[in-house]
T-cell receptor
Framework: DTEVTQTPKHLVMGMTNKKSLKCEQH?????MYWYKQKAKKPPELMFV???????INESVPSRFSPECPNSSLLNLHLHALQPEDSALYLC??????????????FGPGTRLTVL | GNSVTQMEGPVTLSEEAFLTINCTYT??????LFWYVQYPGEGLQLLLK?????DKGSNKGFEATYRKETTSFHLEKGSVQVSDSAVYFC?????????FGRGTSLIVHP
């Protein structure tokens, strides 16, 4: 299984809602990532988890809260988002976070719209 | 810090034309280099990679050679198809935070 899955595929939420994005991989990867991608732009790194511990937070606002319950799952909890947070949210994984020669495997993304 | 520079798109070609998408990089140490492709409405997929100087990555007719002397990793394909229409991202990984280029949109007409 060389796949990263993400749910939901689409999400529309109001600024007062609380929702969660879910990501799953069963490749035995110990590094997992959240990215935000705006239209016609490259992915922007948000968070990195290494062996289920948060290792990088790229100064992301606290309305985004990541969680890694186990080595296969990664969640992104959303609360009080702003319309400018509307974007494609990509999850990725790689064997380890410090191996420069290993590629990342990306999920298909969650298209988030904040009204 | 690390950086990746890609040619600005869109690149518009007719089917069976030759493709080159330029990518140059700045990095300390010995990074690995990657090309990812993103089809509309999808995530990024690895297209090819090279982990050391003079390595050539290849996949699905695409090729790129890691040139340390010119700090380049240009993507080439001899004969593009309509199905190759997508956005292509050059990326490097020197430490554990990957660095992506801006992306180059490729449009192939029948």
């Amino acid at each position: 299984d060389t796949e990263v899955t993400q749910t939901p595929k689409h999400l529309v939420m109001g600024m007062t809602n609380k929702k969660s994005l879910k990501c799953e991989q069963h490749m035995g990867h110990r590094a997992m990532y959240w990215y935000k991608q705006k239209a016609k732009k490259p992915p922007e790194l948000m968070f990195v988890y290494s062996y289920e511990k948060l290792s990088i937070n790229e100064s992301v606002p606290s309305r985004f809260s990541p969680e890694c319950p186990n080595s296969s799952l990664l969640n992104l909890h959303l609360h009080a988002l702003q319309p400018e947070d509307s974007a494609l949210y990509l999850c990725a994984s790689s064997l380890r976070d410090r191996d420069s020669y290993n590629e990342q495997f990306f999920g298909p993304g969650t298209r988030l719209t904040v009204l | 810090g690390n950086s990746v520079t890609q040619m600005e798109g869109p690149v518009t070609l007719s089917e069976e034309a030759f493709l080159t998408i330029n990518c140059t990089y700045t990095a300390t140490g010995y990074p690995s280099l990657f090309w990812y492709v993103q089809y509309p409405g999808e995530g990024l997929q690895l297209l090819l990679k090279a982990t050391k100087a003079d390595d050539k990555g290849s996949n699905k007719g695409f090729e790129a050679t890691y040139r340390k002397e010119t700090t380049s990793f240009h993507l080439e394909k001899g004969s593009v198809q309509v199905s190759d229409s997508a956005v292509y991202f050059c990326a490097l990984r020197g430490s554990y935070i990957p660095t992506f280029g801006r992306g180059t949109s490729l449009i192939v007409h029948p």
